[in-house]
């Protein structure tokens, strides 16, 4: 059954008694030879591209176009393999699967259907509860960080474990980090026998999934570093969250800490607040620009105190107020919404350090 699950190409060959392949085709196979699944490294990098994401089906063209992928497969009471085919399903051996299969149900009667989930080679459907030591795991700590600023996160693994294969989602907020990578370097697995594969497309998703395509290893340690970039330009805080880290179909691991009281412990998380203070006074041009319906203002404020920001019409009406009292030192952003003005020219104006910052923009609404 691992074998037929293993099999997602449903690529077959002849082998003798000793499991060595011949060259017979499926016709000239004859016992004491049999004609079994070829189970190669190419079946378990489909199932690994499938697993992070990157394929849509088990079995794909070089378009993506589904191939021979019917996902489950059904040993039938006399033993034969049954599969629901497709027109690209046209290369199935004939000795080893059945068609159709007549029911005729009598009284007192019961039959037999085995199900395999193509792909799923251990059969675990759901993963075991619990992990072998939950006492190093702890609360996201809180790191301060400045725009800019390069965060580093080692991903470990705590337990001894036989690795047969690792499933890593990575969520975080793109608007605030910039993924830089994921690097193995150091990693208790080789390169050699432990192929990667990542899945970088998604915004704001990091996906890893890494098998054994040899004998395991059995250890613990340290698993690679995924690296960020904090591009936020404003005081804010944002999470970048493990929400898979699994060994075997496990939960096991986490991001390691170390600094802080917590350190040499493992969390599912970091929580970060971005500490930005700008050097001087400064109204930024709106964005975008020209506009439709909406905007978004950027200001500056080197210390804390009170700020003042209005908009203007072409002919100094007042239009609208944003903002007119205290905040905090930082990089600002308010959005204005003119889907009730006419299109035309207006002016935005901050007003702040007691005073003595005064300065006036155009920006230009267009329906």
Known sequence: NQKLAANVNFDYRCENEN?????????ECQAPNAWVPNIEAGDAVL???YAACINLHLNQDEDGNEQCDPHWIFINPEDKVMIRTNNNCNNLPNNNFAGGYELVLLSDTTLTFEGIRLGDVSGNWSAPLGRQN??????????EVEPDEIIKLPIYLPNNVEIEGIDLTIQYDPEVFSLIGYSNRNSILEESTYPTIINEETSGLFKLVSYANSTPIYDNGLLGYIKFKVVSQTT???TISMVEM???EIPEGGFLIVDGIDSGNISRGFDFQIIAVPDVFALNQNYPNPFNPSTNIQFELPIDGDVEIFIYDLKGSLIDELMNGYMEAGYHQIKWDGSRQASG?????MIADNGNYIKMSKMMLVK
Do not use: R
């Open 19 to 27: 499991g060595d392949p011949t060259y017979d085709s499926e016709n």
């Open 47 to 49: 199932v690994a591209k």
């Open 134 to 143: 939950e006492d190093y795991f702890v609360d996201n700590p809180m790191v």
């Open 236 to 238: 804010a805080h944002s």
């Open 246 to 248: 699994e060994v075997n």
């Open 345 to 349: 020219m207006y002016f935005i104006q």
